[in-house]
């Protein structure tokens, strides 16, 4: 069953929330949805991230499993700290997003507890990275029966072959089971945070990790800046080269 990295589309959007939703269940999920979430509010999430599908500077990459044509795994990475102004932004698509529109927060998520989970992670990423470019991992999910099949370093081999070529840091916070993942990828860790389920009516804490990897090579970064919004998900040639062979989002 070998599997294979693709360009994500637009219309893997709703495929990618579900994997998501599924690859992020556990108690702290349970925490910050008072209940599973309907079809209609999964529907919104799934048009809000087809709303920032083109944004400039981000690259939304799926595994397949070649047998059975199944998404298994998915993720977006992200230029962070970029200068928009410097970069020739060619849009398409169903590109209409309003910047200031906020995101869709469905009513079964419990948003002090969203808050006091993501505010600290926020936090310490701006306290990490402060105005340096970086590339950005959001949300890499595999379908719990596919994990360990080599999906996520599918998507990781290519985020670490970018961020060489563009010569920029790279930044993610990892949750426990992904951290060995990302210390083989070259991340080191740079601060642990934990949130505590108890006050939240849970159990325990959940531990994250602020992970940095430098590029081993690679020219300034402000050589690439041009290049890499040119090269965004606004033209589908992006990724280049050819597809490999081998092996809190919104959590529903
Ligand atoms: C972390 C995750 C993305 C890895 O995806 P994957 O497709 O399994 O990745 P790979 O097969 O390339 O890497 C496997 C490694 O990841 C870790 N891993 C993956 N699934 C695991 C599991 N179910 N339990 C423990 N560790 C796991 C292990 O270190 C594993 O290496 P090993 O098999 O040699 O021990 C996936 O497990 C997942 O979606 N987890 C839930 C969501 C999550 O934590 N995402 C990361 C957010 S930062």
Partial sequence: ??????????????????????????????????????????????EGQKKEFYEPGTWHWKVVDMDSGEMVAAARWCAQNFSKSDTEIVRSGSDDTDDNEPPYIPPEVNVPALSALLGPLRQAGEEIMGARPYLMLDTLSTLPEHQRRGAGSMILKWGVEKADEMGVEMYLTS????????????????????????PWGGEGVDRHTCMLRKPIKGKAPT???????????????????????????NPQ
């Fill in 223 to 249: 050589d690439h800046t041009r290049g890499l919004f040119i090269l965004s998900n606004g033209e589908r040639d992006q990724h280049g080269g050819d597809p490999c062979v081998c092996s809190p989002g």
């Fill in 1 to 46: 069953m070998p599997l294979r990295l693709l360009p994500m589309e637009l219309e893997d959007c709703h495929e990618w929330v579900r994997i998501r939703s599924i690859a992020y269940r556990g108690p702290t999920s349970t925490i910050v949805h008072h209940r599973r979430m309907s079809d209609a509010s999964f529907a919104k999430v799934v």
């Fill in 175 to 198: 949750s426990s089971m992904a951290r060995p993942l990302y210390e083989r990828w070259g991340f080191e860790v740079v601060r642990e945070l934990q949130f505590d389920r108890t």
